[in-house]
């Protein structure tokens, strides 16, 4: 039950899956909603992403269904995961000490391989069925006053020829709740802080990203997948890491990571011939079974020219709102690197809570309450994705990282009461808010930093004693 019984006209800027889930529950509140976004219609082909290129493939996990799932829209969320691919773990790919190339799977419960495009389409699917939502495509958000409640876009003529210096025509639109869901480079943000002081960071990491694909097998060999679909695939390279996630094409969208410096050799020590072209001699040196068994050479150096090289952002804000009238969600408040297959997750997840105090207190005191919230909880996050990145390109490799991993797995299954659970099971698999994780987490490394070290003395104390009687025991107490 809503707070206030009073319709509403709230305005949602950015149409992308934060975006719509926010629709939906400001339009089962009963609010006349209307959805401003800067592209097309999302669900048109013709609609070109921001970046000029589809996102890095997302994972929809616990927290991205529960916030789905508390829409209250039924059958919304057993139709959205039917056209998802469950991965049951990572699978390592590397080359041994003697050189052979292996495959090494590292389990865990099913996480959700979902197609950006198919997800939004559901979503929006679901709002144009609710007659009190309104859609506005090509419309671009240039200016707020959020003492009046007024917001300006301006409407992109799609039709107007390049060069032409006719005017798009900009309205004014009244509201009396603005949610802005508009991504990393978010205009709602630019606006906000012209109202409220907005502590700020933004950080690019020197990484830089670009997308490939692994296409289905011929139709004559099946048109099955080539890896196994059920697994996260990671080739980690130590500075650097190539990922496949599956796709219900029975494809596999891919995406390399890798220093900007070294993307700039790779483009600029590109030969003539496209079979001398250094991006395939990089991938069979540090990726083994990636070019020619799955991507062929031609197609790796046609994706590595054609598909951009893109930054990675991290932002981090705080506060994200301004009195009863505006609220910033999803990566428009904290844009975080994608090593933890977190960024949509938690922007959905930002919509449950948000409304779980609207639904509760009045606007402002809301709006207050959910700032304080969430703030630790998306720094939190955004330091752990980061963290993340040197586990996924390097640390999977190491026997220290795998011994440590086996500890945490059997405490958590034989010693349930103990309440051990690891990381990734209490980010991905869970609702706790992830500052708690992260206080949970390093107390669980504390005790397994002091188990190791008592393990240590008690074998050094046996192998003194060995050594002769009363000298060994003195030894060791000597060492308290």
Not at 225 to 253: C, E, Q, V, Y
Request: include cysteine; charged fraction near 20%.
């Amino acid at each position: 039950m809503a707070f206030s019984d009073t319709r509403r006209k709230t305005l949602v800027v950015g149409a992308g899956p934060v975006g719509s889930l926010a629709a939906l529950y400001a339009a089962k509140r009963g609010d006349a909603v209307e959805i401003y976004e800067l592209r097309g219609d999302l669900r048109d082909s013709n609609t070109i992403p921001l970046n000029f290129t589809k996102s890095i493939n997302l994972a929809l996990s616990e927290r991205g269904i529960n916030a789905i799932r508390h829409a209250q829209r039924p059958g919304l969320i057993e139709s959205i995961l039917l056209e998802t691919i469950p991965m049951y773990g990572r699978m390592i790919h590397g080359i041994d000490a003697n050189g052979i190339q292996y495959e090494a799977s590292q389990a865990y419960d099913a996480i959700n391989a979902v197609d950006r495009g198919g997800l939004n389409t559901r979503l929006l699917d679901e709002l144009e069925r609710m007659p009190n939502v309104k859609f506005f495509f090509n419309h671009r958000l240039t200016g707020m006053d959020l003492k009046r409640n007024l917001a300006w876009f301006e409407q992109q003529n799609t039709a107007k020829k390049p060069g032409s210096t006719h005017r798009d025509v900009e309205i004014q639109v009244s509201f009396d709740f603005l949610i802005g869901a508009d991504g990393a480079h978010s205009a709602t943000r630019y606006h906000l802080m012209k109202f409220v002081r907005i502590n700020y960071c933004q950080e690019y990491i020197d990484t830089l990203w670009c997308e490939f694909t692994i296409p289905p097998l011929p139709e004559q060999l099946g048109g099955g997948f080539r890896l196994s679909p059920n697994h996260l695939h990671i080739w980690p390279g130590g500075d650097f890491m190539f990922i496949a996630i599956p796709s219900l094409d029975k494809s596999f969208t891919c995406t390399l990571f890798l220093d900007a410096h070294e993307f700039a050799r790779l483009e600029s020590t590109s030969q003539s011939k496209d079979r001398d072209h250094p991006i395939v001699e990089f991938f069979q040196q540090h990726f083994p079974g990636v070019v020619p068994e799955v991507i062929a050479p031609s197609a790796l150096i046609s994706q590595f020219k054609m598909n951009p090289h893109l930054p990675l952002i991290s932002i981090k804000c705080t506060p994200y709102h301004y009195g009863s009238s505006c609220v910033i969600v999803g990566d428009a408040a904290h844009a975080m690197l994608p090593f933890y297959g977190q960024g949509m997750n938690a922007g959905l997840e930002d919509v449950r809570i948000l409304y779980s105090f609207l639904d509760t207190l009045p606007t402002e005191e809301a709006l207050a309450s959910y700032t304080k919230h969430r703030t630790p909880d998306a720094h939190a996050i955004n330091d752990l994705a980061d963290r993340n990145y040197l586990e996924m390109r390097s640390s999977v490799k190491s026997p220290a990282y795998r011994i440590r991993k086996w500890i945490e797995e059997v405490i958590s299954i034989y010693l349930p009461a103990s309440g051990w659970s690891t990381q990734y099971s209490r980010i991905s698999f869970g609702n706790e808010r992830y500052s708690d994780v992260e206080a949970a987490v390093q107390k669980q490394g504390r005790a397994l930093a002091y188990g190791g070290i008592f393990i240590g003395l008690i074998g050094l104390g046996a192998g003194l004693s060995l050594l002769g009687g009363n000298r060994g025991r003195s030894t060791l107490l000597s060492l308290f």
